[in-house]
């Protein structure tokens, strides 16, 4: 151990450094939550813990950089204009070389400049400068940007703020300029409304006249004659129908960003992920993982048999943040600090009228705010709830908005409501159109509240100063660790602020409300993320053995499955025998047949009885081959499958058929939102059908299914049937919320898919 680094432990362990830092943390706390600045340091700490930060920032590893940085972010508020501050405060950060929050901690770092920081600052801007751009890596990016140059594939996480995507876009352009514009590349990202997002973002980037950004797996054929490149951005649908069309260009490099998707074990989608990434991998692509918080970043490579060599795991934060527990049952707060002794704030005072209201008000004041509430119904409730204590707030981007909903969805729209407060509610159901617009509000600062849903665990690009968390689940899981910090970490916009504040509320007892905080704060108080277990590389759970049970038909291990497990299941066992049929070597097929004895003989026999092709059973990866082969052998027995002309009642025809050939009863009937609950649910849905297909305008397809709602009589709300009221605002809100998304997930996706 050298004498600097001797140093540097020592310091890491200095109790009067936890002393010093805790002391920063409840000064800061005041500031935060009473707007006082009345935690006084004397010259002596101040002067001590800059000392320690100095020291601190020499670390080779994240924790005495993350601690130094921590440290100039605490003092940032009082200390802004003190000279020793920005001396420090400019040697710190440059060491770190983190020049976006260097320029917001020192206005004007040549007046402070010591000649090392000089000339340290000098040689970073030269070295460390994004190629193409007026940018400056951060070290770590450097780092990082520099090892995937020299790279076939590679996997690399970190913290939400770190900058995935700028590294992305950076490694892009090296592609396309340093070797050429002779490869052909794919973002692959989990979403739609991530494909226009980054589409947008690849557009302004790429001013290379031989690149053509494109979203849509159909290369249109003027571009063919042209010997254009391309960079294409593909959710994993639109991935597996451009690999099934020989014709079009070889792909050399895919990036896959939110790469967590493909190991989750709650999202039904991700064997859909895992399929259509080892279906490149066979074109001899060459792969880019990119995900937050994943410690075992190789696990990736792992996945799809590359050598584990190739990746990093990103600990330094340009960003820091500061976490709070407001408890409105027991009338506490606490403050969780880096020395994992909390802070306890007992004069919260009891719950009141508007109190939600007086807390925003209070920490939420000229900053950019985002609200977790889980349901689509609690961030309505509690988006409306806000709005209503607030002026209107008078901006023609705010009136322009408004009218586009009255005019493309309807005048009874809550979300109006919202927005003359200067409010917002964002979630997966609401048309794409609008969200957009919703963000480009956020980010120009004309929305200040964001109400949300888990949408903004899906890579939306969303930050700001304050993250209020009011549930801590998803759906009916609580907070997963990687979960919880992918939401919370985006607390805190580099280059706009040093930190940002990580704020859970407890409103009532009630079910993933932080209704046991003993147990459920240990994911805010404890920032060690564990190491993900792949069910397709460990084969926890039984895994192996229930794909085995779903491809004879089988009842699975277990009877109190979810209806997202099974779907898991029931999908990589369909993945399973394509793999048989296609002879693929995967991990998925070693493991499968390592675990089951009899394994292998269920797939020769099926293969036996197989009249579908690998070409179809590839692209409808989700369809049970079972339903696939009982359509082949009814269908070659029937003139038509579909009908000559598009009506309403040919449309209920087809979708009877899908519901018989592809047992709907059993595979889309359970789980909290079904698609068929009832075979009535088709009546619903072939006028969805036939009113998409004729291309009826939004608006007009909300007035439809109002009337029809209007005939029938009841919709579905808080897990009940109740009758339909055309003057009740909230039951003609639901209904459009439900057709949006049924237009949405069910018809645009699942029906389309069948």
């Known amino acids: 151990m050298t004498w600097l680094e001797s140093i540097i432990e020592k310091a890491l362990l200095d109790p009067y450094l936890n002393e010093l830092t805790r002391k920063l943390e409840l000064k800061y706390a005041h500031i935060f939550l009473y707007k006082r600045d009345d935690v006084i340091l004397s010259?002596?700490?101040?002067?001590?813990?800059?000392?320690?930060?100095?020291i601190l920032v020499r670390d080779k590893?994240?924790?005495?950089?993350?601690?130094?940085?921590?440290?100039?972010?605490?003092?940032?508020?009082?200390?802004?204009?003190?000279?020793?501050?920005?001396?420090?405060?400019?040697?710190?950060?440059?060491?770190?070389?983190?020049?976006?929050?260097?320029?917001?901690?020192?206005?004007?770092?040549?007046q402070v400049e010591t000649l090392e920081s000089a000339l340290e600052k000098e040689v970073k801007q030269v070295y460390q400068k994004v190629p193409y751009s007026d940018l400056i890596f951060t070290d770590p990016q450097y780092q990082l940007y520099e090892s995937m140059k020299d790279s076939n594939h590679f996997?690399?996480?970190?913290?939400?703020?770190?900058?995935?995507?700028?590294?992305?876009?950076?490694?892009?352009?090296?592609?396309?300029?340093?070797?050429?514009?002779?490869?052909?590349?794919?973002?692959?990202?989990?979403?739609?409304?991530?494909?226009?997002?980054v589409t947008a973002r690849l557009k302004r980037l790429i001013n290379s006249k031989n690149y053509k950004v494109l979203s849509h797996p159909m290369v249109p054929y003027v571009y063919?004659?042209?010997?254009?490149?391309?960079?294409?951005?593909?959710?994993?649908?639109?991935?597996?129908?451009?690999?099934?069309?020989?014709?079009?260009?070889?792909?050399?490099?895919?990036?896959?960003?939110?790469?967590?998707?493909?190991?989750?074990?709650k999202d039904s989608r991700s064997p859909l992920y895992y399929h259509a990434i080892l279906m490149a991998e066979r074109k001899s692509i060459k792969l880019y993982f990119a995900s937050p918080n994943i410690p075992n970043t190789d696990v990736?490579?792992?996945?799809?048999?590359?050598?584990?060599?190739?990746?990093?795991?990103i600990k330094e934060s340009p960003v820091a943040q500061n976490r709070f527990f407001i408890d409105y049952v027991e009338h506490e707060g606490r403050m969780f600090t880096e020395t994992g002794e909390d802070i306890i704030f007992s004069d919260l005072g009891i719950k009141e009228e508007y109190y939600i209201s007086k807390l925003f008000k209070i920490l939420g004041g000229n900053c950019k705010n985002i609200i977790y509430c889980n349901t689509v119904a609690d961030t309505i409730d509690f988006a409306l709830g806000y709005s209503r204590g607030l002026p209107e707030k008078n901006d023609k981007r705010l009136d322009d908005l408004i009218e586009l909903i009255k005019t493309y969805i309807h005048k009874e729209y809550f979300l109006i409501d919202c927005l003359k407060k200067g409010v917002a509610f964002h979630f997966g159901r609401l048309p794409q159109r609008i969200r957009e617009k919703i963000e480009k509000?956020?980010?120009?600062?004309?929305?200040?509240?964001?109400?949300?849903?888990?949408?903004?665990?899906?890579?939306v690009n969303l930050p700001a100063k304050n993250i209020f968390i009011f549930s801590n689940a998803i759906g009916n899981s609580k907070f997963s660790d990687i979960d919880f910090w992918n939401l919370a970490g985006r607390a805190g916009r580099l280059s706009k602020e040093l930190s940002g504040n990580i704020i859970c509320v407890r409103m009532e007892d009630k079910k993933n409300r932080w209704d046991r905080p003993d147990k459920d704060l240990d994911v805010v108080r404890?920032?060690?993320?564990?190491?993900?277990?792949?069910?397709?590389?460990?084969?926890?759970?039984?895994?192996?053995?229930?794909?085995?049970?779903?491809?004879?038909?089988?009842?699975?291990?277990?009877?109190?499955?979810?209806?997202?497990?099974?779907?898991?299941?029931?999908?990589?066992?369909?993945?399973?025998?394509?793999?048989?049929?296609?002879?693929?070597d995967s991990i998925l097929m070693s493991n499968y047949l390592k675990s089951n004895v009899n394994g292998k003989k269920v797939l020769e026999r099926m293969e036996k009885e197989n009249h579908i092709s690998t070409n179809i059973m590839e692209q409808c990866s989700n369809i049970k081959n079972s339903y696939q082969n009982d359509v082949w052998n009814s269908i070659q027995q029937e003139k038509r499958a579909f009908p000559e002309e598009v009506t309403k009642e040919t449309c209920f025809e087809i979708l009877e058929k899908m519901y018989n050939y592809y047992n709907w009863?059993?595979?889309?009937?359970?789980?909290?939102?079904?698609?068929?609950?009832?075979?009535?649910?088709?009546?619903?849905?072939?006028?969805?059908?036939?009113?998409?297909?004729?291309?009826?305008?939004?608006?007009?397809?909300?007035?439809?299914?109002?009337?029809?709602?209007?005939r029938e009589g009841e919709i579905w709300i808080n897990n009940e049937m109740v009758p339909f009221n055309a003057q009740n605002r909230r039951h003609i809100n639901v209904v459009i919320n439900n057709l949006i998304s049924d237009i949405d997930n069910i018809l645009r996706f699942k029906i389309k898919n069948y």
Request: aromatic fraction near 12%; proline fraction near 3%; charge should be positive.
């Open 61 to 110: 590893n994240a924790e005495g950089k993350n601690k130094a940085y921590k440290i100039i972010s605490l003092l940032y508020d009082s200390y802004r204009d003190n000279t020793q501050y920005k001396y420090y405060a400019n040697a710190i950060l440059t060491k770190l070389g983190n020049f976006a929050s260097l320029n917001i901690a020192v206005k004007d770092s040549k």
């Open 43 to 54: 010259e002596k700490e101040f002067d001590d813990v800059l000392r320690f930060a100095d």
């Open 155 to 197: 996997s690399f996480s970190g913290p939400t703020s770190f900058g995935k995507s700028f590294i992305m876009d950076a490694f892009i352009q090296h592609i396309i300029k340093e070797r050429h514009e002779t490869d052909n590349i794919i973002v692959l990202v989990p979403t739609r409304a991530l494909i226009n997002q």
């Open 526 to 584: 404890n920032k060690q993320i564990k190491d993900v277990k792949p069910l397709v590389v460990r084969g926890q759970k039984h895994f192996y053995q229930n794909l085995e049970r779903s491809l004879e038909h089988k009842q699975f291990t277990r009877t109190n499955y979810s209806q997202p497990e099974k779907e898991v299941w029931d999908h990589y066992a369909n993945i399973v025998f394509t793999h048989q049929v296609s002879k693929t």
């Open 300 to 313: 990736f490579l792992q996945l799809f048999e590359k050598s584990t060599d190739e990746q990093m795991m």
């Open 224 to 265: 063919k004659n042209r010997g254009l490149k391309y960079v294409f951005v593909f959710t994993p649908e639109r991935l597996i129908s451009y690999l099934a069309e020989k014709g079009n260009p070889v792909i050399s490099y895919m990036f896959v960003d939110e790469a967590q998707k493909i190991i989750s074990e």
């Open 441 to 459: 509000l956020f980010e120009d600062k004309i929305i200040d509240y964001i109400f949300c849903t888990s949408t903004l665990l899906e890579g």
């Open 665 to 710: 009863k059993d595979e889309e009937s359970k789980g909290r939102n079904p698609m068929v609950r009832k075979k009535t649910r088709l009546k619903y849905f072939a006028i969805l059908m036939y009113s998409w297909m004729k291309a009826t305008p939004l608006n007009m397809m909300i007035t439809n299914i109002l009337n029809y709602y209007k």
